[in-house]
């Protein structure tokens, strides 16, 4: 991984096409730095921009670092008081998250993504923590349990989410950028977001440095953001495949394949072998060996009560009672599907290429 001292050294001969400025945020000495990555986030940046500046007040300064934008999320930007980056080129979110963390002058640094809108009262909540905190401390927050988009698929990922990343508050494995407040010292400290890891997952690697190095994680369950997923079945299948592809090839590396990990969670790893030993068994039994039924009626039961939590945030966030139950369904009988397919995948993907690809020091 690049040093950030390295990356300091390189930055200003890289790909900066453009820095400008606008009236209306605080520079000199603001105590938080709101850092916001954007790529061809035309369809969610104006939302975001708009929530952000309305959660800020003169104690802070908003950068934008767009990553070689083609859409127009450059343009939007510039309608904002922030101080607007461009790369000419796509470099990916961990090397623009630690561009705007460079170029940035608050302690404190506050990490959020293009397609999340933020509460009134979350900066609040991160100045009023951190300036009571211990030094080594590093907060974060999840997403609302409903989402921008109220649609089902949505509202499923959303709790989905905000259960899996609120369930160990006090001591969770990771913080994710779509809300993650770190002082900028702490930041140099550890050395930035690793900038060879793959499309995603830099947040959880910087978090398990972060632990490595002696810092406090914790999550705030009030600290929220309203996250923008516009998620059909297909986008929600396609975000499943992703994810866990990532994860089990991150893992493998990390040896932590079964860690209760946030939305890697024990509750999801039990429910997916749950649900393939399933099938398997009633194959077993349709093929004539019915002594298995105990087995699978305690392994059924097992995994209702391993989710039981999760399945209660599906019903009592959902927007009915009715598509509660769906959350449910969905969640039991076919969500394990896709994340099935992203298994397959990624030990496919491991077996075509070294573990070393996956390094993380």
């Known amino acids: 991984m690049m040093c950030l001292h390295q990356f300091l050294l390189l930055i200003d001969t890289l790909d900066l096409k453009n820095e400008t400025d606008k009236e209306g945020i605080n520079k000199v000495n603001p105590l938080i730095s709101i850092i916001i990555p954007v790529y061809n986030g035309a369809t969610t940046l104006e939302a975001c921009l708009y929530s952000t500046i309305h959660a800020m007040d003169r104690d802070c300064e908003l ?6 934008s083609t859409d127009g999320s450059a343009e939007i930007a510039q309608r904002f008081p922030c101080r607007l980056i461009q790369l000419r080129h796509n470099w990916g979110a961990a090397y623009t998250r630690n561009l705007g963390a460079y170029k940035s002058f608050g302690k404190i640094l506050f990490f959020t993504d293009a397609d999340c809108l933020l509460d009134k009262t979350a900066l609040s909540l991160v100045r009023q923590k951190m300036q009571q905190a211990d030094e080594r401390l590093v907060i974060g927050g999840s997403y609302t349990p409903r989402p921008y988009d109220d649609h089902f698929f949505s509202r499923f990922q959303s ?3 905000h259960y899996s990343e609120n369930k160990h508050a006090t001591a969770p494995d990771y913080i994710a950028t779509h809300a993650m407040a770190i002082r900028a010292s702490t930041f140099q400290q550890v050395g930035g977001f690793n900038e060879k890891m793959g499309p995603i997952l830099e947040d959880v690697e910087f978090s ?11 999550m705030l369950p009030e600290l929220q953001v309203q996250h923008i997923f516009n998620y059909s079945l297909r986008d929600s299948w396609k975000n499943a495949i992703r994810k866990t592809r990532y994860w089990i090839q991150y893992s493998l590396k990390n040896h932590d394949l079964l860690v209760d990990s946030g939305t890697a969670s024990i509750e999801l790893k039990t429910n997916v072998i749950s649900y393939y030993l399933t099938c398997l068994l009633l194959l077993m039994i349709a093929a004539g060996m019915p002594f298995v039924l105990p087995v699978l009626v305690l392994m059924l039961a097992g995994n209702l009560y391993i989710s039981r939590g999760l399945l209660e945030a599906f019903y009592i966030h959902s927007s009915s009672r009715l598509t509660g139950l769906m959350a449910m369904a969905y969640y039991l ?8 397919l992203g298994v397959l995948v990624a030990l496919i993907n491991t077996l075509r290429q070294p573990l070393s690809h996956w390094k993380t020091d």
């Open 208 to 218: 398990h440095r972060l632990r490595q190095a002696g810092m406090v994680l914790q």
């Open 159 to 161: 709790i989905f989410v």
């Open 63 to 68: 950068i934008v670092v767009d990553d070689g």
């Open 333 to 340: 009988l076919v969500y394990p599907l896709p994340v099935g």
